[in-house]
């Protein structure tokens, strides 16, 4: 297992579905395209390069670090969440979203 930090709840399911407890209700065909396309959607195939200053750059190797992937992956996945819509501003400056 990564290092990954789960509660109770999500700790209880892994043991749950590692035990065989959950059974898939797809068919096999079905199931089989949906793993084509989960791969295809996670493959890295396009390189980019960006500057930043050295203190941002810092920064988010120890939020990487503290997050237990490289810097790289957590870059790569805030375009995602970015690109996908799913990435929120926090108002630090005040509370009422």
Same mark, same amino acid.
Request: glycine letters at 6%; zero cysteines; hydrophobic letters at 35%.
């Given at each position: 297992?990564?290092?990954?930090?789960?509660?109770?709840? &999500? !700790?209880?399911?892994?043991e749950a579905y590692? +035990? +065989? &407890?959950?059974?898939?209700?797809?068919? %096999?065909?079905?199931? +089989? &395209?949906?793993?084509?396309?989960?791969?295809?959607?996670?493959? !890295?195939? %396009?390189?980019?390069?960006? =500057?930043?200053?050295? =203190?941002?750059?810092?920064?988010? !190797?120890?939020?990487?670090? =503290?997050?237990?992937?490289?810097? %790289?992956?957590? *870059?790569?996945?805030i375009l995602h969440?970015?690109?996908? +819509?799913?990435? !929120?501003? *926090?108002?630090?400056?005040?509370? %009422?979203?």
């Amino acid at each position: 297992m990564s290092n990954t930090k789960l509660d109770k709840e &999500e !700790k209880a399911l892994l043991e749950a579905y590692e +035990g +065989g &407890e959950f059974e898939s209700e797809l068919d %096999q065909a079905r199931a +089989g &395209e949906l793993a084509e396309i989960a791969e295809a959607t996670a493959r !890295k195939d %396009q390189r980019i390069n960006i =500057r930043i200053s050295s =203190r941002d750059l810092m920064l988010l !190797k120890r939020h990487a670090l =503290r997050e237990g992937l490289p810097y %790289q992956s957590l *870059v790569a996945s805030i375009l995602h969440k970015y690109i996908a +819509g799913s990435l !929120k501003d *926090v108002d630090t400056n005040n509370n %009422q979203n």
